[in-house]
């Protein structure tokens, strides 16, 4: 069974795409870290460094379900000829995560594409020549800032995912902070790239935030300012971290991650 978490009306489920290796090592992607960052690091997260000392990665979506229907927060890394095929563990098992939770793809209303990374729209457009979108009776939710800088996130995106998308008129571009029709809200989070966009979830004094690449790694959590190396902007990136971590408006807030060994984590 998925794991999944209950927010008031809103059912948070966490649904596994695949494992692996990330394509460089975590050194590098964190140049700035010192010594006792890393080891509080394991010490929160030991899944995250495999038995070879490599950085091991989980790549999820999350489902959010609730009697306004379901909105799926990112597509994974996707099929075997997908656009993720070059680096990560596909073909991807988002799919059976899908229908292990009772969700077909046409039960799906919203589809949220934190950002254009190709480990977080494979399963958005499948089918190569003959693509069509997996979820067809979806909204897809993209920022426009996200499209507009798409040549620098990833060119290939446009013909293999934002081209099918428009051609079946199923491509909606937001300008920041939007709230969904089942209630949830997308709110701007720009730095890893410069459309990067988040789901928040709330019901009373609790709140879940679906992250996507804000957060990659726990030495993020524990220390915000840390820059990514594949962070386009990490100004704004370590500012749209401590907007979301600092959130006072719940009292206890939650973290859904798509890359932390545990789905979940309560601050």
Known sequence: MSPSLQVGPYTVI????GAGPFFSPRAEAF???????????????????????????????????????????????????????????????????LAAAGI?????????????????????VVGGEQAQPFFPHAEYVLQQAELDAIEEVNPQLRSSVIDPLRKTDQLRLLDGDTPLRSGERVIATPGHTPGHQSVLAEAGRELVAVTGDLLVHA??????????AHEMDP?????????????????????????????????
């Open 14 to 17: 966490a649904l596994a795409d």
């Open 31 to 97: 140049p700035d870290a010192g010594t006792e960052q890393w080891a509080a690091a394991d010490r929160f997260d030991p899944g995250a460094l495999d038995a070879d000392g490599r950085w091991w990665l989980q790549f999820r979506a999350f489902a959010i379900r609730s009697d306004q229907g379901v909105t799926l927060v990112d597509a994974g890394i996707g099929p075997a000829d997908g656009p993720a095929a070059a680096w990560a563990p596909v073909p991807g098992a988002l799919p059976a995560s």
């Open 104 to 124: 077909e793809p046409s039960d799906v209303d919203t589809v949220v594409l934190t950002h254009l990374h190709t480990d977080h729209v494979g399963w958005a």
């Open 219 to 228: 030495i993020q959590l524990l220390h915000p300012e840390l820059a990514y």
């Open 235 to 267: 100004e704004r990136a370590t500012a749209s971290r401590e907007r979301v971590l600092g959130n006072r408006a719940a009292d206890t807030l939650y973290l859904a991650t798509p890359h932390l060994t545990e789905p979940f984590i309560a601050r």
